[in-house]
């Protein structure tokens, strides 16, 4: 079973994130575990300090190495030999996208760092961290919403966590591409209607649709996703449909 430790100064921030949705519902089946580790557990001074003034001056503070290593190794031993990465969440990190969602997945397991601050102690991260990961360019108060959005992807691709595998693999970005408009009930909202191709039962031409679609969405709107000189003869007749019929608009 897949199994996490998300190492916080606020671990009832993690624990609240894990009682609902997909990921909570996944920890109730049995399908995968995540426990929130106190950091605080392993700063043994009086006042529990975890942080510290940072060397050659400036603003703010920065995470200490004892107590990061501590936990981490205290962590490793509770799962001997099992090798699990340890994962720091860093804006300085890898991009997060879901063909690296896919490879964590197939990995023993993660210890995910959730950082504070101006920052983790530079030797920490050269000693104990496999890899630094970012969910986006821009910057988080701490490092505990973007180990939240890990967690659910990494959840979502569980097989079972889902109860239906098919929804997770039609997700956006699953084959590299943007997904494709959904629609539900009623048929007609505000004076618009259901696109007539999803009413007729046509299978075969509903996925062509959503193909189409899926194509067209990212080339229009993510166009650094996709590159037409690979796409098969198929796809590039139908990407070239949508790009016609949006001219046409």
Same mark, same amino acid.
């Not at 993510?222 to 796409?231: G, H, Q, S, T």
């Given at each position: @079973?897949?199994?996490?430790?998300?190492?916080?100064?606020?671990?009832?921030?993690? *624990?609240?994130?894990?009682?609902?949705?997909?990921? &909570? +519902?996944?920890?109730?089946?049995?399908?995968?575990?995540?426990?929130?580790?106190?950091? +605080?557990?392993?700063?043994?001074?009086?006042?529990?300090?975890?942080?510290? /003034?940072?060397? #050659? &001056?400036?603003? =703010? @503070?920065? @995470?200490?190495?004892?107590?990061?290593?501590?936990?981490?190794?205290?962590?490793? %031993?509770? $799962?001997?030999?099992?090798?699990?990465?340890?994962?720091?969440?860093?804006?300085?990190?890898?991009?997060?996208?879901?063909?690296?969602?896919?490879?964590?997945? *197939?990995?023993?397991?993660?210890?995910?760092?959730? &950082? /504070?601050?101006? #920052?983790?102690? $530079?030797?920490?991260?050269?000693? *104990?961290?496999? *890899? $630094?990961?970012?969910? =986006?360019?821009?910057?988080?108060? =701490? =490092?505990?919403?973007?180990?939240?959005?890990?967690?659910?992807?990494?959840?979502?691709?569980?097989?079972?966590? %889902?109860?239906? @595998?098919?929804?997770?693999?039609?997700?956006?970005?699953?084959?590299?591409?943007?997904?494709?408009?959904?629609?539900? +009930?009623?048929?007609?909202?505000? #004076?618009?209607?259901?696109?007539?191709?999803?009413?007729?039962?046509?299978?075969?031409?509903? $996925?062509?649709? /959503?193909?189409?679609?899926?194509?067209?969405?990212?080339?229009? /709107?993510?166009?650094?996703?996709?590159?037409?000189?690979?796409?098969?003869a198929e796809d590039k007749s139908l990407l070239n449909d949508y790009l016609e019929d949006l001219a046409g608009r």
């Amino acid at each position: @079973m897949f199994h996490a430790d998300v190492v916080t100064i606020f671990p009832e921030m993690i *624990e609240s994130f894990l009682e609902y949705g997909v990921l &909570g +519902r996944g920890i109730r089946n049995g399908l995968l575990s995540v426990d929130a580790c106190d950091l +605080r557990e392993f700063a043994y001074d009086r006042h529990r300090t975890v942080d510290d /003034r940072a060397y #050659g &001056g400036g603003p =703010g @503070m920065v @995470m200490k190495y004892q107590p990061l290593c501590d936990a981490i190794n205290a962590l490793k %031993l509770k $799962e001997a030999g099992s090798d699990r990465k340890v994962i720091c969440m860093s804006p300085q990190g890898r991009q997060l996208d879901q063909q690296y969602v896919n490879e964590l997945v *197939e990995s023993n397991g993660l210890i995910i760092l959730a &950082g /504070r601050y101006e #920052g983790i102690d $530079e030797r920490l991260i050269e000693s *104990e961290v496999d *890899e $630094e990961i970012s969910i =986006g360019d821009y910057v988080l108060s =701490g =490092g505990e919403p973007a180990a939240m959005v890990l967690l659910d992807a990494v959840a979502r691709q569980i097989p079972g966590v %889902l109860g239906d @595998m098919e929804s997770a693999k039609q997700d956006s970005y699953m084959d590299g591409l943007l997904d494709c408009p959904h629609y539900t +009930r009623p048929e007609t909202v505000a #004076g618009k209607r259901v696109p007539q191709v999803l009413l007729n039962g046509n299978h075969k031409e509903i $996925e062509k649709w /959503r193909r189409k679609q899926m194509l067209g969405r990212t080339s229009v /709107r993510r166009p650094d996703l996709i590159n037409a000189e690979n796409l098969s003869a198929e796809d590039k007749s139908l990407l070239n449909d949508y790009l016609e019929d949006l001219a046409g608009r």
